[in-house]
């Protein structure tokens, strides 16, 4: 007997990345939430593959967090494949 369905709690493909953009990000490319083929890597180069991807992106980019889960990490912290990564612009206010 073998499974052909997939759980809720597995990515439907495990060599994708989904990453969420807001305000300017997704304004600029039109798209709240991208879905990248990915082999993994670091954050600094989901980076630079968005910014290589969607150059209008790419100033943002450079000053934006970058949370895996609920949390954030540094640019040298691993993003694993199948990974839900939201991309945080800088905010301003009071």
Known sequence: MHASHSTSDQPTRA??????LF????????????????????????????????????PLLARSAVAIGDGYVTDDSRVPCGADVAIIPPVSGG
């Open 15 to 20: 060599d994708t990345l989904r990453v969420s």
């Open 23 to 58: 305000a300017g990000m997704a304004a600029a490319i039109g798209r709240r939430s991208l879905e990248l083929a990915w082999d993994g890597g670091t954050a600094a180069s989901l980076r630079s593959r968005l910014a290589a991807d969607f150059p209008a992106i790419a």
